[in-house]
Structures are given as structure tokens and as C-alpha cells.
Nanobody
């Protein structure tokens, strides 16, 4: 199982980024997926959820709802996070995640830094 996040960058406030999580080693369409983030000195924080298969169900943390959009492309085994209207508080390492039989799988993370 491999999850590889990418797309993190330096961005100005009110800017946008799209994060990508490229996966392999499991049947991607069968699993719900999540994005988390972790800022320095803080605990890892849940950001967004997308259901398995067609991904018709999504859920967001209150801190990002209306600004971030999670999506998936099952033909590419890839998860996305579109982030708009970024603020300083969005600076963190972002991780994609799925769970199988009680085991969490994580990527290595991608750094997002919002800076003027």
C-alpha cells in the first residue's frame, strides 16, 4: 500500500492550491478516503471525507467547509483536495488516509504554507 501526497506549496492568503494523493496497492474504489492536516505543535486534524466508489457522500470539518472540496478519480486511483480562500491557519502538513480493518494508512504528507 502506498499513498503519496503532492501539490503543497507556498501560497498567499486568499490563494488556492490543489493537493493530490496518488495511491497504489489496494482497490482504491472500495474505500472511503480522508484528508487530515497537522500544524507545528498541534495534533493531527481531520479535514475532509469522501465515500467509496462514486464518492457521492462528502463531509468537511467546520474550519474548511465552503472553501475546500474533496474529490476522487477512481480511474486514476487518485484523491484530490481543492483548497480555496486559504488563510494563515491553513498552513500545515496535509495527509491523505484510508482505513482497512482498523489499520490506518497514511502518506508522507505535503507541506502547505500560507504566507504574505
Amino acid at each position: 500500500v502506498q499513498l503519496v501526497e503532492s501539490g503543497g506549496d507556498l501560497v498567499q492568503p486568499r490563494g488556492s492550491l490543489r493537493l493530490t494523493c496518488t495511491t497504489s496497492g489496494f482497490t482504491f474504489g472500495n474505500y472511503a478516503l480522508r484528508w487530515y492536516r497537522q500544524a507545528p505543535g498541534k495534533e493531527r486534524e481531520y479535514i475532509a471525507y469522501i465515500s467509496s466508489d462514486t464518492g457521492t457522500r462528502t463531509n468537511y470539518a467546520a474550519s474548511v467547509k465552503g472553501r475546500f472540496t474533496i474529490s476522487r478519480d477512481n480511474t486514476k486511483n487518485t484523491l484530490y483536495l481543492q483548497m480555496n480562500a486559504l488563510t494563515f491557519d491553513d498552513s500545515a502538513v496535509y495527509y491523505c488516509n484510508f482505513m482497512e480493518r482498523g489499520t490506518d494508512y497514511w502518506g508522507q504528507g505535503t507541506q502547505v504554507t500560507v504566507t504574505a
